[in-house]
C-alpha cells in the first residue's frame, strides 16, 4: 500500500446496494486461519509497519492481532463490524482497481458473527487516547488506553456454532494453517515487521528487511542459496504492462510435496490454475516424476487487468490477457533455470535427436502414435496374449518356472517376453513371439507395488517390517500435529510411528511391501498426502490415490542397474498384475515394436 493513500484519514462507509451484489458473497471465517489472514491483511491495509499476531489454542481461545497502522475512529468503530462496509471501494470504477488486500467489508462482520470480537483503535484524528468496542456488548465505545492503531480481538472462534467447531483440526494442526497464512503474507510485505506467538510463547520474529532478506528468514537460506533469481524488470524499464520477479529453485532442488510453492499476484498470495500450469511447463521434463518444484514468485501488473474479486478468500483471480500472462511467466521462469540447466546438463535430451531417425523410434513421435492409434490395439493384444499365457503357464507349472532360454527362442516366450537388456537405466528390452517389447521399469514396478499395497490393506494384512535402525527426523508442527491426529490410519497402513519430542517423529516400522523405500521420504509424503487431502476408509477412490503415492516409494528407482534375472522377474509380475500396462498416472508402462517394423527400417523383405 502506498502511504500517500494514508494521508488522510480514510472513512468507513456502508457500499450501495447494486455493489454489494457484485461482490462474491461467501465465508471468510472457514477456520482460525482464514480469520487471521483477514487481520493481517486489513492491518496492512492500513498502513502499519509493524504487526504482532498471537494465537491461543490454534486461534479458538484467541486471535488478537495488533498493528500500528492508521486506526480507525470512535464514530466508525461500529460501522467497521457492519457487512458491506468498508473505506477501501466506494464505487464500481474502485472494485475494477482496487489495490488494497480487502475491499468487501465483510471479514470484521463475519467474525463478529461466530466469535466475541473486540475493536480497539486510536486514530491520529481521535487526539486524547483510543476506544474500544465489544461486539456483543451492544454498548457504545469506551475509552482505553492505546499508543496508536489497532487491536483485533477474537476470542471463543465458534462459541455459537458448536457444529462448526467440531470440524476443527487439534490445537496444534489449526496453529499450524495459523504461521502458513501468517508466512505467506509476511513473504510479500518485507518491509514490515511481523512478529507471531503461540500459546503465550514467541513463535517467529521478522524484522523490516528487504525482499531477499524476508525470503530467507520465511522460505530458509537453503532455498535462497539454491534457487535462480528470477526478474523481468520493473514495467518502467521493460515497456510491459507486467512484471515477474522472484526466486525459483532448479530441478535438483524439488521437493516431495508442494509445500514451497508462493506465488502472488500484486502481493496476494494465489493459488491460480492459469500460473500454476505456466510454472508446470517451465518447469517440463526438468522434474523426476512426483517432485514439486520449489518457487516464490510476485507478479505485478496493472489491477485493472486483473479481476480479484472471483473468490470470496481471493486465491483466484482472472487475468485479463490470460494468455500473454501465462507466456510472460512460463518465460521468465523458464529462462530462469535454463541458465543452471545448461551448465548441469550435457546429455543429450530427446528434443536433441537428429529428424533423420525413424518416426517410430523418436520418443515423442512414437508416444504420440501410441497414444493416438495404438493404445486399444495394445490392449487388446495384451488382454489376448495374457490369456494364452496363463494357459500355458497352467501347463508348464508356475509363472516363475518359465525357462529363460526362451530368451533365444521368441517364439515360446511370454507375452512380455525375456529380458535382453537395460537401456539407459530407465527401460528393459525384451523379446516376445512379435518382436521387441520395452517397459518403463520404474511405471511398471509402481503399478506393481500399488495393486499389492491395496490388495494387502483389503484383506487388512497390511504387514509392517520394523527397521533395525527407527529412522528420527525432524519435522513442520503440521507434520507433527498430523501424526498425533492419523495415528489409526497410520497404524492401518502398516506404519509405526511416534512423536520423539516436539519437533521430530520416528519411524520405527514401515509397510512391508514398502520395505526398500527411504523411510524418511516415504513418511513425509505420507504426512503430506494426509495433510492435503486426510484419508477417509469410506472414500476409495482418495485411499488409492493415497497409496499410490506410496507405492512410488517402493517402485524401483531409473537407473538402477538390474540383473537379467531380476528384470524378468518384473516382467512376469507384470504379466499377473491386474491394469499393469497403465502406470498409476495413466501413462503406458510397455510397449513393443513389431519385428515388421525392424525390418522396414533396413528395406528388409521377408
Ligand atoms: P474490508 O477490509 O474488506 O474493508 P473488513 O471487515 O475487514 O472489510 O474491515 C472493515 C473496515 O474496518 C475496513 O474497511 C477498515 O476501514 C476498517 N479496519 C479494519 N481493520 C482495521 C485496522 N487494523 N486498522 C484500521 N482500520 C481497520
Ligand atoms: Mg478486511
Not at 510479500?188 to 525470503?215: I, K, M, Q, W, Y
Not at 513421435?365 to 493404445?375: E, P, T, V
Not at 491395496?454 to 504387514?463: E, F, T, W
Amino acid at each position: 500500500m502506498s502511504e500517500s493513500a494514508f494521508s488522510r484519514q480514510p472513512s468507513i462507509r456502508l457500499l450501495p446496494d447494486p455493489l454489494v451484489s457484485q461482490i462474491a458473497a461467501g465465508e471468510v471465517v472457514e477456520r482460525p486461519a482464514s480469520v487471521l489472514k483477514e487481520l493481517l491483511e486489513n492491518a496492512l491495509d492500513a498502513g502499519a509497519t509493524s504487526i504482532h499476531a498471537q494465537i491461543e489454542e490454534g486461534g479458538v481461545r484467541l486471535i488478537r492481532v495488533t498493528d500500528n497502522g492508521c486506526g480507525i475512529v470512535r464514530d466508525e468503530l461500529a460501522l467497521a463490524l457492519t457487512r458491506h462496509a468498508t473505506s477501501k471501494i466506494a464505487s464500481l470504477g474502485d472494485l475494477e482497481r482496487v489495490a488494497t488486500l480487502g475491499f468487501r467489508g465483510e471479514a470484521l462482520a463475519s467474525a463478529a458473527s461466530v466469535a466475541r470480537l473486540t475493536l480497539t483503535s486510536r486514530a491520529a484524528l481521535d487526539g486524547g487516547h483510543a476506544w474500544r468496542l465489544r461486539a456483543e456488548s451492544g454498548a457504545s465505545p469506551e475509552p482505553a488506553a492505546l499508543e496508536k492503531g489497532t487491536i483485533v480481538e477474537i476470542r471463543d472462534l465458534y462459541y455459537n456454532t458448536p457444529a462448526r467447531r467440531k470440524f476443527l483440526k487439534s490445537g496444534a494442526t489449526e496453529f499450524a494453517h495459523c504461521a502458513e497464512a501468517f508466512r505467506r503474507i509476511a513473504l510479500a510485505h518485507p518491509g514490515v515487521a511481523f512478529a507471531l506467538s503461540n500459546n503465550g510463547r514467541e513463535n517467529t520474529r521478522l524484522p523490516a528487511t528487504d525482499f531477499s532478506g524476508r525470503a530467507g528468514a520465511v522460505l530458509g537460506e537453503e532455498f535462497l542459496a539454491s534457487a535462480r533469481a528470477v526478474d523481468t524488470g520493473s514495467s518502467a524499464e521493460t515497456a510491459a504492462p507486467l512484471r515477474v520477479f522472484g526466486y525459483c529453485a532448479p530441478s535438483a532442488h524439488a521437493r516431495a510435496r508442494g509445500d514451497l510453492q508462493y506465488c502472488y499476484v500484486n502481493g496476494r498470495f494465489v493459488r491460480d490454475r492459469l500460473l500454476g500450469h505456466a510454472l508446470r511447463e517451465a518447469y517440463r521434463d526438468m522434474l523426476h516424476g512426483g517432485r514439486y518444484p520449489a518457487y516464490c514468485l510476485f507478479l505485478e501488473i496493472d489491477p485493472a487487468a486483473v479481476d480479484v474479486n472471483v473468490h470470496p478468500s481471493k486465491t483466484e483471480v482472472r487475468f485479463r490477457e490470460a494468455r500473454a500472462v501465462h507466456q510472460f511467466v512460463f518465460h521468465a521462469v523458464q529462462r530462469a533455470l535454463s541458465a543452471s540447466r545448461n551448465a548441469l546438463e550435457t546429455r543429450p535430451s530427446p528434443g536433441n535427436i537428429p529428424p533423420s531417425i525413424p518416426a517410430w523410434s523418436h520418443p515423442v513421435a512414437h508416444q504420440k502414435r501410441l497414444d493416438l492409434n495404438s493404445q486399444r490395439a495394445t490392449r487388446a493384444y495384451y488382454d489376448f496374449a495374457r490369456t494364452a499365457y496363463s494357459q500355458s503357464a497352467a501347463q508348464s507349472g508356475a509363472p516363475g518356472a518359465a525357462s529363460e532360454e526362451g530368451a533365444e527362442n521368441g517364439e515360446t516366450a511370454p507375452p512380455l517376453g525375456y529380458a535382453l537388456a537395460q537401456l539407459h537405466g530407465v527401460y528393459i528390452l525384451a523379446q516376445n513371439a512379435r518382436g521387441l517389447v520395452i517397459v518403463d521399469m520404474h511405471a511398471a514396478h509402481e503399478r506393481i507395488v500399488y495393486e499389492k499395497l491395496k490388495s494387502a490393506i483389503d484383506a487388512r494384512q497390511a504387514n509392517r517390517q520394523t527397521l533395525l535402525i527407527p529412522a528420527v527426523f525432524s519435522v513442520t508442527p503440521t507434520e507433527a500435529a498430523i501424526v498425533e491426529e492419523h495415528a489409526e490410519t497410520l497404524c492401518a497402513f502398516g506404519f509405526d510411528v511416534g512423536l520423539a519430542g516436539a519437533s521430530r517423529i520416528i519411524v520405527r516400522a514401515v509397510p512391508e511391501i514398502l520395505r526398500t523405500a527411504d523411510p524418511e521420504e516415504l513418511v513425509r509424503d505420507v504426512l503430506d498426502e494426509l495433510n492435503e487431502h486426510g484419508v477417509s476408509g469410506a472414500v476409495t477412490a482418495r485411499r488409492n490415490a493415497f497409496l499410490s503415492r506410496m507405492a512410488c516409494h517402493g517402485a524401483v528407482r531409473a537407473h538402477r542397474q538390474l540383473t537379467l534375472p531380476e528384470m524378468n522377474a518384473l516382467l512376469r509380475q507384470m504379466e499377473t498384475t491386474e491394469r499393469a500396462d497403465q502406470c498409476n498416472h495413466g501413462r503406458p508402462t510397455w510397449t513393443e515394436l513389431p519385428i515388421g517394423e525392424f525390418d522396414k527400417l533396413f528395406l528388409r523383405g521377408r
